[in-house]
């Protein structure tokens, strides 16, 4: 029997506290803590930009593929699966270098060669902003995995559900707005939440195409300043400020989502 945990007193909230805090009053205490925070606040906003466009692009374009996936039409089923497995099976940081360097100049030689007979004027692949590139990347690979956990979450529904549905006179997409979605996103929550915040620490590899993200940052000024313990302490006290944060949140919505259904 599984005890439940709901009631625990969450000690290693406690101690992350307690590390967060001592750190937060070096920040404020000590100038070099105070310097090196303003310097990697710049990078927030890019962090937060790319896990925040890049996920819900994901989520979006994911949804799209699970849905495909169950298709009655095989065709659309086996495009589906091709799209999951090989992108499931490229590691993202090959992705994000793959997409900065192969697929972004190929899609401005494609644009140029397609809006050349119009008369418009050819674009460069340095218009092609690396920002965009690394959010495309992340997009790409986070869709992969969030197609599947919709799949399996829409297949958690029971058939029985749906065939009452339909037998009151509910076409497909009611069916699925009233009946099957709010049903599996309870159940896919705890999955997808996961997948948010692997992508709030995934985003910092965009720091290999250049991009000034808070990891990029980091880099930069712990090559300037020669202090990487005081550097990259700040560096993770930001992402795990973000990480726990979103945990944090992400859990009460869970359990409110669970107290609002009928059995719960």
């Known amino acids: 029997m599984t005890p439940k945990q709901d009631g625990d007193f969450p000690y290693w909230l406690l101690i992350v506290l307690t590390v967060g805090g001592y750190l937060f009053w070096q920040v404020l205490s000590?100038?070099?803590?105070?310097?090196?925070l303003g310097t990697l606040s710049k990078g927030i906003r890019i962090t937060v930009f790319v896990t925040l466009v890049g996920f819900a692009l994901a989520a979006t374009l994911g949804l799209g593929l699970a849905l495909m996936s169950l298709s009655r039409w095989i065709v659309v089923r086996q495009i589906a699966r091709l799209y999951i497995e090989v992108v499931r099976g490229v590691p993202i940081i090959v992705l994000l270098l793959y997409v900065a360097f192969v697929l972004a100049p190929a899609l401005v030689a494609l644009w140029n060669w397609a809006t050349g007979a119009l008369g418009f004027d050819p674009i460069r692949n340095r218009d092609f902003s690396m920002l965009w590139r690394a959010t495309i990347a992340l997009t790409i690979g986070y869709s992969a995995f969030i197609a599947e956990v919709f799949r399996a979450g829409l297949q958690s529904v029971e058939k029985g559900q749906v065939e009452a549905a339909e037998?009151?006179?509910?076409?497909?997409?009611q069916r699925f707005r009233h009946i099957v979605f709010p049903q599996a996103f309870r159940r896919i929550l705890p999955p997808l939440g996961n997948d948010f915040v692997a992508m709030v620490k995934d985003s910092s590899l965009v720091s290999v195409l250049g991009v000034l993200d808070v990891t990029q940052a980091g880099k930069v000024t712990a090559a300037g300043n020669f202090r990487y313990f005081e550097t990259y302490n700040i560096v993770a006290l930001i992402y795990l400020t973000m990480t726990i944060g979103l945990s944090l949140a992400l859990r009460r919505l869970e359990r409110h989502l669970r107290d609002k259904s009928p059995g719960g």
């Open 30 to 36: 000590n100038d070099l803590y105070t310097q090196v």
């Open 167 to 173: 037998a009151l006179g509910l076409g497909p997409w």
